[in-house]
């Protein structure tokens, strides 16, 4: 858009000095996830659930926005009886590809006042377009970004129709703030957690739920669910390749994502060479994100396969000895509890009050995060599995219906009244 005005400058004269005032703006302090969704009234009278998320396209579509969707699904066709819903996207349009995944989704263009019962709407583009909405559209936020500017649309919405519209669902899938540095994200982010919109949060973990207590967030009401075993990796667990286990240590090796701590993965597993007795006989791999070879010392290499279909990723889980998978985060991170429950010998570490091995008898978690706390970790998992190749079969689950499918949101109708039901009082500002 700036490049569009400063064209239209240069052609025109009479604007060439507005030209010379625009190109001494800076415009890199802008941040582009609080731009906000401008919106208008509806003219239809409908409840609808809407579900604030940043993508659904296939290279974003990964365990959080799986768990995203299915709490929405949840809720919009629970057991209180199918509700009118709509997708609001803020940071990528879908194509017909990404579309498929949604049948009976129709998508809606954002300037549209639409009374579809399933829609779609991209509002990714927002400059000078308006969302429709009702006096019974009610939010369910995905992340702090989304968060953010599903409290500056209630905002709005309360002017245009009351204080009966100050609530949101928040769906809390990790303590956001601490993907930043002490920042301005780091505020944005945080202060979605103290907003004056009544929030009613939904924990991914007791783990989580507990840490925000900890440091003193409290909310009026609040819904928590564990984790549960993706459904589509389900079905190769019980795979013949589980019993045939390879000696490889399989890691979760991510450079780009500070919190996954690849740089002390890389410091362990050069100590862990230096003291592995049968090194030759074991074999290390990356997967999560692509990268070069690293050598790691005493001829030993770590070969990345970067991101894997489901199946492939179910293949290597059934086949692994030992698994390495570490997250600086109070969420307790799908990977290891994938590794465990695939019968890995997993490693990770604590985090505040996280202690993944809580969870499963396979997982030994470290409190102490050093190269050579981790590499002697390792030595431990591989002499055990050495001594007994099946080994991690015989390990327990601690999570409740973790490999099962029952109903993970049986609050979805005690949140959805809270959400839609106007003589719920709004309450107090969140602290």
């Not at 879908?94 to 129709?106: I, N, Q, S, T």
């Not at 300037?111 to 927002?126: L, P």
């Not at 010998?345 to 030994?364: F, G, P, Q, R, V």
């Not at 999570?399 to 959400?419: R, S, T, V, W």
Request: charged content about 25%; aromatic content about 12%; proline content about 5%.
């Amino acid at each position: 858009m700036i490049e569009k005005l400063a064209d239209f400058f240069r052609k025109y004269h009479f604007a060439r000095q507005a030209y010379r005032i625009i190109k001494r703006i800076d415009f890199s302090y802008s941040i582009p996830q609080i731009t906000p969704i401008n919106i208008r009234k509806s003219g239809f009278d409908v409840n609808r659930i809407n579900l604030v998320i940043p993508s659904i396209n296939r290279e974003h579509f990964f365990g959080g926005v799986s768990t995203a969707l299915s709490l929405f699904n949840a809720l919009s066709t629970g057991s209180r009886g199918s509700i009118p819903s709509r997708i609001i996207l803020t940071d990528a349009e879908p194509d017909e590809a990404d579309l498929d995944k949604f049948d009976g989704y129709h998508l809606v263009s954002f300037e549209d006042d639409s009374d579809e019962i399933r829609q779609i709407v991209a509002v990714n583009n927002k400059f000078q377009k308006n969302l429709f909405v009702t006096s019974g559209d009610r939010f369910l936020s995905t992340s702090w970004w989304t968060a953010y500017c599903a409290i500056q649309m209630i905002e709005r919405q309360c002017i245009y129709y009351g204080p009966e519209c100050n609530r949101m669902g928040y769906l809390i899938q990790d303590f956001e703030p601490g993907f930043y540095n002490w920042s301005t994200h780091y505020l944005l982010a945080e202060s979605t957690y103290r907003s004056e919109v009544m929030t009613i949060p939904v924990f991914n973990s007791i783990f989580l739920r507990d840490y925000f207590k900890d440091q003193g967030y409290r909310f009026e009401k609040e819904f928590v669910f564990e984790p549960q075993l993706n459904p589509d990796l389900k079905r190769f667990m019980n795979s013949t390749d589980r019993n045939a286990k390879d000696q490889r240590i399989l890691v979760y090796g991510r450079p780009s994502v500070e919190r996954n701590c690849f740089p002390l993965i890389i410091e362990a597993l050069k100590y862990w060479t230096t003291i592995q007795p049968d090194l030759n006989e074991w074999e290390v791999l990356s997967i999560g994100e692509a990268h070069k070879p690293i050598k790691l010392g005493n001829g030993k290499i770590m070969a990345s396969l970067g991101k894997l279909s489901l199946e492939e990723y179910a293949s290597l889980l059934n086949r692994s000895a030992v698994g390495l998978s570490l997250m600086v985060s109070p969420h307790p991170s799908y990977p290891p509890l994938e590794m465990a429950h695939f019968g890995i010998l997993t490693i990770t570490n604590s985090y505040a009050n996280k202690n993944l091995s809580k969870c499963h008898e396979n997982i030994l978690s470290l409190d102490r995060l050093t190269p050579r706390h981790i590499a002697e970790a390792l030595l431990s998992r591989t002499t055990a599995f050495s001594l007994d190749r099946h080994i991690g079969e015989k390990g327990k689950s601690m999570i409740p219906h973790y490999d099962q499918e029952p109903m993970i949101f049986p609050f979805a109708g005690e949140l959805l009244k809270i959400l839609f039901d106007t003589s719920i009082s709004s309450g107090k500002p969140n602290q």
